[in-house]
């Protein structure tokens, strides 16, 4: 619908609403509607104009806006509202209108508003509305702004701003339309008082605005009729001008002058009265127009608004002052504060700032104090913006920080950070617990308004302003200062350095170095800035670095930090770019500082891995009240830091100079934590591990975090990716110029020589390895770092690595460069390093590496072609040889220096090994330096180092040996090899070499193979020497050439010569190796008498100097035998090289003596040397020398099989020569094994000792000699077969030596060639089997008379012997094993020989097997892993089998033995019979039943070879009396039940011991009848085998029983033998000497018995007392004496009248006469038993009872049977018979029966 439809409807309804009230205004408006019907488009033409239409159509319009009906005012005011938007009104009524709208205005609030668009309606459509009727138009929209109405007042302020906007636009037009006509001007007057002719609208505004001005002043206003405005409002007013017309104001001088006179008293009138909240914000913001827009043209008031602003901010609004006048509320700060923030983000106007005012002298320095403003301001409440953990590290204490001092040049660092906070709160715990507590810290999110301050115009009052805020604002000042000084110099400085244009073929400059500002045009905007900028800069860097300091310290959020470390950024690249070297190393220093925090540096050093893992710590724990919580490291804003501290150093890598050394410190601190350290303290140094408890109360909350993304410059900031960083700025040394990078090495060399000195000071640094604190840096130095040198510096020097590093990526500039550049300070700082003794070991060591790595690689890129390569070479090999040969004799042979020394020829063995061909110069040097590092040969062996032994080089007496692997020799050692390496790479190609160097190569060789310590001795002497020596031989075929090369091959034998007597063991194994090797070669074409030459100059001589140095100290004490510490000492050594020679020595005389040796004419001379040289070695030299030696000595022995006849003389010689030495030697082992060492013999005289390999080899020699001896002639001669087993006796029982080998299962290597030798022996001769059987007897005897414990002492502490349980055991057990039937085949053999009864032989024999028998369980185990018999048992067996042969061939033999021969074996026979009967069998309660049946029944075997083999031939009258009574004496010991040597009834107490009752000691020649009247009721201790003792009661009634001769008597014991008697003498003679042993045996039994029962009462027997009285009983009821022999044995000699007794004297008494006859009845015993039978026969109680047999046939037969039976205890079957229970009493009675039919009685 269009405007004119509007008005149309609008007319149509005033009409329709006047047509009662008001008929007129209807009329009126239909005359108008009708109008515009008739002719739409003329009315509204005509409408513009005076026409008399037009006042016909607002006729209806003024009528109804003077009613004072609302509702027809309204629509009045609406229908001119779309007239005027026609355009409908002429000029002429706009006055009108206003009036009319004047007069309305008192209507209500909705015809208010009306008349408010309709006056913006009418003055935006009508232009030309100028002066007063503006005026009163304005003053209409005042008044109504006044309104109490807020809508009304609201819509009138808004009408009035947009009025005023469009009084300025008009002036805008204004101007516009001067270029097309001059407009009509009018006079105004100016506040200066001038006048100037003013456009209407120009005036218009001019007028406004200064009304608006002194309004705003409470001044009365020149153009408006208004009396009163609000303050505020007007302001506000004043602002919007400003703020969308300040071009205009800056063209129109009226309007500036306005400015300069009105507005800015007003301003700083109002600032200086009583504030108010809004009225000072507006202020303030008008300030910050005209400092933002109109700074030039007011520069004075710019100026004096400028200070007065630092003055807010500078004063504190808690001064302690409460009458400062001054004192301004907090919101006043914080408006100044916003506007502040508004300038320093203007660059601009900030540069202009300077210009106009600090740059000026004199000046209000504006800018530095305002710099200093924000840095007081930003430092003023430390505790409220607290301290971030994280600056300080990781894993660090944080207590205690108030006592340490920054020792910062510039600025704060943490430490005096956490000092003012600690400060602030008290240096209280609770106070560090409030300020590292959550509340403290700046954000954006907490310290920041939702609206700024200076934005709430709608505020009557200041809102609540976080305390925080201001700080924050400081913060941002700053932060934008310096991003403005970076954003104008960064580009500028990019478009002169880099895009500049370039010459044809200049490089592109990637590192560009700082802006020379007297090349720059001076003239130029640019260039005049860039001066400003580096002139704020040079004055304002120490109050920004102070503040950036601080504030990056204490507890920021994520967001802010990010932006003070770009201002850091900023800051330190813009002085970098201007050249500012203090400000930027300033700043580099501060940031170095938070990257790499002293504390976490020192803390490293104490820190240790805690035992168990950490879990949630307390919160006494977070404030680093206790030990740190996690390992000491850096946080990740330390790693931004050093992110940005590497950013911009790459940044400034061209323009460092001299402050790289700061920067590399830096970098060397964050590798030594990030690199050297942080692996070993933690496991994960990622940042992606939890942040420490502050980090929480600055970052934003996990689920802001999730939505924003990380800024750049707080990813990738783990340890791997910094490090990266750090490797990035050292790869991009390649990109500096010569001159940069130059500075940039020197800097490293000066930072490496500076920490090396540091660490070189004082000694005590480097002795305080152990130390755990860091050692105090001397106060004159100044650290950025807190490193413990002595521990940092032993894992090596940044500074070295690094030069290593970037010296390998300009490689080129070392090649190609001059020396200047980078050659001569690399090397001339690494060889000062080297150099210097005092630095560490690894520091010096580290130098070398990379001066090696340097020097190794240049000749590899270095052009053959043109003269650069010699200079190259020559200036690598100058180095190098630096390096290598020490400046003088006085440098110290310590192990660093070695190390360099050894590194350096590592060095050299490279370069010869790659580019050794390409070689032009310095071969000199090479050898030179080769040479360098041999020493002089040692002179004597006092001087010598064996190659893994090491000993004093001083020449001082022998000593005990240094430690093992001492320092500076095995250091030593070290250069020889590599230097030797090298020298092999030239040996390789030896052919190539001139004569001359050739000799020198022959002398070089000769000097390293006489080197101590060293371990080329086989390269040397063998493959070296060897090759050189084929290729020299290759030449002499040469006929020109042959005399030098004969003479090069004459100096090279001397040089091997001379190293078979070397010093050292190697190169003496090597020397004679290839002596030997070359004899053998060519031995075959040799001449006798260059055989006689080898003989006599060569192998002679060489056995004498090497047994020279091994008897220099083979009787020396302190020789350890223990075979690890033994092969370590030199001794040891010197014996392997004779050891060696004489291997060698052997193989050739071996080889060649019967070709060539044997038909010199000195060989039997030759011969005898050689032997001697033996026989020596054995004798003189250490034991280990004697099997070598030996083993030669045999090996030629047995060359000399191969003689033909022509040489058997010589053969013949030779081996007596040997047996001869064999025999000297046997005494030496004679007299050794005479007395054995004791465990406490020093180690000398087991050192001494013959080893069990030496006895075998000595044996082995033996054999050998006696083979070629039997080859010649026939078995040897008695006597040297004596000696022969005296030596192999001596052999085998040798008792000294420290290597015997288990001798229990198997035999010993010595037994085995004891035995193979006696094997040998020819037993043809006389007297030889008795001398091999004597001695083989011997041998069974040693496992129990001659073993013992290997005497080895304790390696650990000599003279303390080892536990026997743990030492070796000679045992001999395998070898009597061997001997004992080796023993029995040779007696069978030699079993008719005479001699060997009568020379002592058997019983040498029994003897040996009569201990094993005695001492049967106590002989030592037979096996250790086998299941071969006990010894005992082995020995009974092979007793028996020679004893029955033994008692027959002595038979046979007859007189033909000797009385005394005789005697002698028999007492030998009993003796063993003694030990097998009486052993202790104690130990066979042990057993099973089963075992201990099977031992009893082989025991019986004992007593059937007594019974069937001795007793029928014991009765030979040349058997003494005394033997047989001995036998019977060990029957009745043998027949004893209880383990006592007293009669049963007597028993020992069962705590006795009862293990010596088979002793001899306690046996006596009578047995003592024990009269006994006094009883016991102890049950004594039945002896272990019962049977036996039975079984030894039945030989002994046997031996005294009749036989009748012919009668057959069966043995229950063994019932398949048979004895014939057919010795009746014999066994008369027997039975009369043993028949009182068997009464007294008796007797005992049965009065003991009857003293018991006496005592015991009913108290039952034993079992074994009842039923021994019960045999003994019946055993002598059935014993039948032979007649007479009862009267014989009580005679004085029982032998004479044993056959025979003189007839009965009949003088005697009756009584008499009785008792002689009754002694010779069958039955005397009964009759010696008389009383005591009695009394058993009348015992009142029950005695012993027991069922026996009855025989079925006739009693006599009976009797007589039994009477000759044996049995082995009561209750044994017979066969047939009935059973029947008898006990004593009728056997007593029997008994009595049957003496009573011997006296005829009965």
């Excluded at 600090?358 to 930003?378: E, H, N, W, Y």
Aim: hydrophobic letters at 40%; charged letters at 20%; glycine letters at 4%.
């Amino acid at each position: 619908m269009s405007s004119l439809a509007f008005l149309v409807t609008e007319l149509q309804s005033l009409a329709s609403e006047s047509r009662r009230k008001h008929p007129e205004i209807r009329e009126a408006a239909e005359k108008s509607l009708a109008i515009l019907r008739s002719s739409p488009e003329q009315a509204t033409a005509s409408l513009a104009s005076d026409s008399a239409q037009s006042d016909d159509l607002l006729r209806p319009v003024f009528m109804g806006c003077a009613t004072k009906n609302a509702k027809v005012v309204a629509i009045s005011l609406g229908s001119l509202q779309r007239l005027i938007a026609l355009k409908a009104v002429p000029q002429s009524a706009v006055a009108l209108i206003v009036s009319t709208m004047n007069d309305a205005m008192s209507q209500g609030v909705d015809i208010q508003l009306r008349i408010l668009q309709t006056l913006v309606s009418l003055i935006t459509n009508f232009p030309s509305i100028h002066g007063e009727l503006l005026g009163e138009a304005l003053l209409l929209c005042f008044r109504l702004q006044d309104s109490r109405i807020a809508v009304v007042s609201s819509t009138a302020a808004a009408t009035l701003r947009q009025l005023v906007m469009f009084i300025f636009e008009k002036m805008v037009n204004e101007d516009r339309q001067e270029s097309n006509g001059t407009p009509e001007l009018s006079e105004a007057t100016l506040p200066d008082g001038s006048t100037k002719a003013l456009g209407p609208c120009a005036k218009d505004a001019f007028s406004v605005f200064e009304d608006l001005c002194l309004l705003a002043n409470s001044e009365k206003p020149n153009f408006l009729k208004l009396d009163y405005l609000h303050k505020t409002f007007a302001l506000e007013l004043i602002e919007s001008v400003l703020t969308n017309y300040h071009e205009l104001f800056r063209k129109h001088t009226e309007l500036s002058m306005l400015l300069q006179h009105h507005l800015c008293p007003l301003i700083l009138k109002s600032l200086s009265d009583r504030h108010v909240f809004p009225l000072t914000l507006r202020c303030t913001r008008v300030v910050f127009l005209i400092l933002k827009q109109f700074s030039f043209e007011l520069e004075t008031e710019a100026e004096v608004f400028l200070m007065l602003l630092i003055r807010m901010i500078s004063e504190d609004t808690d001064a302690s002052n409460p009458d400062h006048s001054g004192s301004r509320p907090i919101w006043t700060r914080v408006l100044a504060m916003e506007i502040m923030r508004g300038v320093c983000s203007d660059a601009e106007l900030v540069r202009n700032i300077w210009d106009r005012y600090d740059a000026q002298q004199p000046g209000s320095k504006v800018f530095s104090s305002l710099i200093v403003a924000l840095k007081r301001l930003v430092t003023e409440k430390p505790a409220l913006l607290g301290v971030s953990p994280q600056m300080m590290g990781v894993g660090v204490s944080h207590a205690g920080d108030s006592a340490t001092p920054s020792g910062s040049n510039y600025g704060l660092d943490v430490g005096g950070v956490a000092g003012m906070v600690a400060t602030a709160a008290s240096a209280t715990v609770s106070g560090v617990v409030g300020i590292i507590g959550s509340g403290a810290g700046l954000s954006v999110q907490n310290s920041a308004m939702k609206l700024q301050c200076i934005d709430q115009l709608d505020k009557a009052d200041s809102p609540p302003i976080p305390e925080a805020y201001i700080y924050l604002l400081a913060v941002q000042c700053i932060v934008s200062l310096c991003e403005g000084f970076a954003s104008f110099t960064g580009p500028l400085y990019t478009s002169i350095m880099v895009q500049r244009p370039r010459a044809a073929g200049e490089p592109v400059i990637r590192a560009p170095a700082a802006l020379d500002f007297s090349t720059l045009p001076q003239d130029d905007p640019a260039t005049q800035h860039l001066t400003i900028v580096r002139s704020m800069v040079e004055n304002g860097w120490p109050a920004l670095l102070a503040a950036l300091s601080f504030i990056i310290s204490t507890n920021l959020s994520d967001e802010l930090f990010i932006d003070v470390l770009s201002s850091y950024q900023a800051l330190t690249n813009v002085a970098g770019m201007l050249a500012l070297s203090t400000p930027r190393d300033a700043l580099f220093n501060s940031l170095s500082k938070f990257a790499i925090p002293s504390r976490v540096v020192s803390s490293l050093e104490s820190y240790t891995e805690p035992p168990t893992p950490r879990t949630s710590t307390s919160f006494t724990d977070n404030l680093g009240l206790t030990a740190p919580i996690q390992a000491p490291g850096l946080s990740e804003r330390n790693l931004a830091c050093l992110k940005v501290l590497v950013s911009s150093a790459l940044f400034l890598a061209g323009s460092l100079g001299e402050s790289w050394y700061g920067i590399l410190e830096a970098l060397q601190n964050a590798d030594y934590v990030l690199n050297v350290k942080a692996s070993q303290a933690s496991t994960n140094r990622r940042m992606n591990t939890p942040m420490t408890p502050s980090r929480s109360v600055s970052a934003m909350s996990s689920t802001e975090q999730g939505k924003v993304a990380r800024h750049p410059l707080l990813m990738d900031i783990d340890s791997e990716s910094v490090l990266a960083a750090v490797q990035r700025l050292f790869d991009a040394s390649k990109n500096l110029e010569d001159s940069a990078f130059q500075d940039f090495v020197t800097a490293l060399c000066k930072l490496s020589s500076e920490m090396v000195g540091m660490q070189s000071d004082g000694s005590t640094l480097i002795e305080s390895d152990d130390s755990l604190s860091p050692v105090p840096i001397s106060p004159h130095r100044r650290r950025v770092s807190g490193i413990h040198l002595p521990r940092t510096l032993r894992q090596g020097d940044f500074g070295v690595e690094r030069l290593g590093s970037v010296a390998t990526l300009n490689f080129h500039r070392l090649v190609y460069r001059a020396p200047e550049v980078a050659w001569n300070t690399t090397t001339n700082h690494l060889l000062w390093v080297m150099g210097l003794s005092s630095a560490p070991q690894s520091i010096r060591v580290q130098a070398a590496r990379v001066l090696d790595e340097i020097l190794t690689v240049v000749p590899r890129n270095l052009s053959s072609t043109g003269d650069l390569q010699a200079k190259v070479q020559r200036r690598v090999l100058d180095v190098l040889f630096k390096q290598i040969v020490p400046v003088s004799s006085d440098v110290p042979a310590t192990s660093t220096n070695i190390e360099l020394r050894r590194m350096g020829l590592e060095t050299l063995h490279q370069i010869l090994q790659a580019s050794g061909h390409t070689f032009v110069v310095g071969w000199g040097s090479i050898f030179e330096m080769l040479g360098s590092i041999c020493k002089p040969a040692a002179l004597s062996r006092s001087q010598s180092v064996d190659s893994i032994s090491t000993l004093s080089l001083q020449e001082t007496p022998r000593q005990k040996p240094l430690s093992l692997g001492y320092v500076n020799d095995r250091g030593y050692t070290a250069l020889v090899k590599i230097a030797f390496q090298s020298l092999k790479l030239v040996c390789d190609s030896v052919s190539v070499l001139s004569p001359e160097d050739l000799r020198l190569c022959i002398k070089t060789l000769g000097q390293f193979g006489r080197q101590a310590d060293t371990n080329i001795a086989l390269t040397a002497a063998e493959s070296l020497l060897w090759s050189v020596s084929d290729s020299i031989q290759a030449k002499r075929k040469d006929a020109e050439m042959e005399p030098e090369y004969s003479a090069l091959w004459m100096c090279l034998l001397l040089e091997v010569l001379g190293l078979c007597t070397d010093a050292r063991h190697e190169v003496r194994v090597g020397a004679i190796q290839t002596l030997f090797r070359a004899m053998q070669l060519y031995g075959a074409t040799l001449t006798l008498d260059t055989w006689n030459d080898c003989i006599w100059k060569i192998t002679f001589p060489l056995l004498d100097a090497i047994s020279i140095e091994t008897r220099r100290s083979a009787f020396e004490p302190g020789v350890l035998l223990n075979s690890g510490l033994a092969a370590q000492s030199p001794e040891h050594a010197w014996d392997e090289s004779k050891s060696l020679a004489l291997q060698s020595i052997g193989s050739i005389i071996s080889e060649f003596l019967v070709i060539k040796i044997m038909h010199l004419d000195s060989f039997s001379k030759a011969w005898s040397v050689f032997v001697t040289h033996v026989h020596d070695t054995v004798s003189l030299d250490r034991r280990n020398l004697s099997p070598p030696a030996l083993l030669c000595l045999g090996k030629v022995v047995k060359a000399l099989s191969g003689a033909d006849a022509s040489l058997q003389v010589k053969v013949s010689e030779a081996w007596e020569c040997v047996w001869k030495a064999c025999s000297d030697m046997g005494s030496m082992v004679l007299q050794g094994g005479s007395s054995q060492l004791s465990p406490s013999a020093n180690t000398t005289q087991l050192h001494r000792a013959f080893t069990q390999e030496s006895l075998v080899a000595l044996v082995d020699v033996i054999r050998s000699t006696r083979s070629i001896s039997l080859a010649q002639t026939k078995e040897w001669p008695l006597q040297r077969l004596n000696r022969l087993m005296e030596i192999l006796k001596g052999v085998l029982t040798y008792p000294n030596s420290t290597d015997y080998r288990p001798d229990v299962d198997g035999l010993s290597p010595v037994q085995v060639v004891v035995l193979d030798a006696i094997a040998d022996i020819k037993l043809t001769g006389s007297g030889v089997p008795s001398l091999v059987l004597r001695d083989l007897s011997e041998f069974s005897t040693l496992p129990f008379l001659a073993a013992f414990h290997v005497p080895i002492l304790s390696p650990t502490s000599p003279g303390t012997p080892i536990a026997a349980s743990s030492r070796k055991q000679v045992t001999y057990i395998a070898l009597s094993k061997k001997v004992m039937p080796l023993i029995v085949e040779l007696y069978m053999r030699f079993k008719d020989e005479l001699e060997i009864y009568e020379d002592g032989t058997l019983e040498a024999i029994f003897s040996a097997y009569s201990i094993p028998i005695k001492l049967k369980y106590e002989c030592p185990a037979p096996s250790k892993f086998g299941k071969d018999p006990p010894l005992w048992k082995t020995a009974t067996t092979s007793f028996l089998r020679i004893v029955t042969e033994t008692v027959r061939k002595m038979a046979a033999f007859g007189d033909r033995i000797s009385d005394t021969s005789v005697e002698g074996i028999w007492r030998q026979i009993i003796e063993v019979f003694r030990g097998g009967i009486l052993a202790d069998c104690t130990a066979a309660e042990g057993f099973s039943l089963e075992d201990q049946e099977a031992e009893e029944n082989f025991d019986l075997s004992l007593i059937s070879s007594l019974e069937i083999d001795l007793v029928p031939h014991l009765g030979d009258t040349r058997i003494p009396d005394h033997l047989i009574a001995q036998l019977a004496k060990i029957l009745h010991k043998g027949s004893q039940l209880y383990k006592s040597s007293m009669d049963p009834s007597r028993p020992d107490s069962p705590s006795t011991d009862t293990t010596n009752v088979s002793d001899d000691s306690r046996e006596s020649h009578d047995f003592e009848k024990v009269d006994l009247d006094i009883g016991t009721t102890a049950p004594g201790v039945v002896v272990p085998r019962e049977r036996f003792s039975f079984w030894c009661f039945d030989l002994l009634f046997l031996i005294c029983s009749n036989v009748t001769s012919g009668n057959p008597i069966p043995l229950r014991v063994f019932p398949e033998l048979t004895i014939f008697i057919d010795q009746e003498s014999s066994r008369k003679r027997v039975a009369a000497l043993c028949l009182p042993t068997l009464l007294d045996r008796c007797k005992n039994t049965m009065v003991s018995y009857i003293a018991d029962e006496a005592l015991r009462g009913n108290m039952p027997f034993p079992r074994a007392r009842e039923d021994e009285l019960l045999y003994v009983l019946r055993k002598v009821l059935d014993l039948q004496l032979w007649s007479g022999t009862l009267w014989a044995a009580l005679s004085e000699s029982p032998s004479k009248f044993s056959d025979s007794q003189p007839v009965v004297d009949v003088s005697l008494s009756p009584s008499a006469h009785i008792a002689d006859v009754v002694k010779r009845s069958s039955v005397a015993h009964l009759f010696y038993f008389y009383s005591v039978l009695c009394e058993i026969a009348s015992i009142p109680r029950k005695t012993p009872s027991a069922w026996v047999i009855t025989s079925s046939s006739s009693p006599g037969t009976n009797q007589e049977r039994r009477g000759n039976s044996l049995q082995p205890h009561i209750g044994a079957l017979e066969e047939g018979g009935d059973a029947m229970e008898v006990d004593a009493r009728i056997f007593a009675r029997k008994a009595l029966q049957i003496l009573g039919k011997e006296m005829g009685a009965i």
